[in-house]
């Protein structure tokens, strides 16, 4: 794992937007693996700004997003669709038919892992995958668990993640209480992956996730055994690790 020290927010968004875009002009039609949350849209507004200038072109980009809540429209100003429209894909100049994200209002959970994991078969393979961390090490909404589960499948959210996503809501009993995410073998199989963190509140599990055991009850330790790894985290994320 290659860790880059950010002095703050905005200087972690503009290195790990660096890389993205360093990616996107190495392989013009190269498949990136998206995220949500709060941690990624400095990055995001990183790139539109570069858009902006001609410094980044998305036209042959394909996109493809860890998760989604159930039952969720992509109108819902709280779905992840929704999300990735108005903080990306609405400013650039990405053809949206390529953009991907587990389809919400798929009652069928089986078929809608099933559709999600053909379109990630189908892409050819995540070139650059970005991930946010949980504060319970999940990435995607891969939540703690006795076991890695592999491929694209629906999750009932834990309490902490429920309880740090209801900032987003009218309250915490409108947050969904099920998400369809990207498994674990599916974000391992990225060539590449970025992990962004920021903030004091992530530096017991950054430690954690860099320098503890792997395990399903860390989901996000898998990734000491991916080969290409780069975390850009700020000072404060890095604060209970020597570096
Ligand atoms: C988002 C996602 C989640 C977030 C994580 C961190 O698509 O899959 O794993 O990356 O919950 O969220 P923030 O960035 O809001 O702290």
């Not at 709060?38 to 997003?65: A, C, H, M």
């Not at 892409?123 to 589960?149: A, C, K, R, T």
């Not at 209801?166 to 060539?191: C, L, W």
Request: glycine share 6%; net charge negative; aromatic share 6%.
């Amino acid at each position: 794992m290659i860790i880059k020290k950010a002095k703050n927010y905005q200087d972690m968004s503009r290195k790990a937007a660096n890389i993205i875009s360093a990616q996107i002009i190495m392989k013009p039609d190269c498949v990136l693996g998206l995220a949500t949350g709060s941690t990624p849209i400095g990055i995001y507004r990183q790139l539109i700004d570069w858009y902006n200038k001609e410094d980044v072109d998305f036209s042959r980009v394909t996109s493809i997003n860890l998760d989604e809540y159930r039952g969720l429209s992509p109108e819902n100003d709280q779905s992840y669709r929704y999300f990735m429209n108005t903080n990306l894909f609405d400013h650039v100049n990405i053809d949206k038919s390529r953009t991907f994200v587990p389809d919400g209002l798929e009652p069928d959970a089986q078929k809608a892992c099933d559709d999600y994991n053909r379109i990630i078969a189908q892409s050819g393979g995540i070139d650059l995958q970005l991930l946010g961390l949980g504060h319970n090490g999940h990435i995607g909404f891969n939540e703690p668990s006795d076991v890695f589960i592999k491929e694209t499948h629906c999750v009932d959210l834990t309490e902490r993640t429920i309880e740090a996503n209801k900032r987003f809501f009218a309250s915490e009993a409108d947050v969904p209480r099920q998400a369809y995410t990207m498994g674990i073998g599916n974000i391992m199989q990225a060539k590449k992956i970025l992990v962004v963190v920021s903030g004091a509140d992530k530096a017991s599990i950054l430690k954690e996730v860099v320098s503890g055991p792997i395990t399903p009850a860390v989901p996000a330790s898998i990734l000491q055994l991916h080969s290409d790894v780069t975390i850009v985290a700020d000072e404060a994320a890095l604060g209970a690790l020597e570096i």
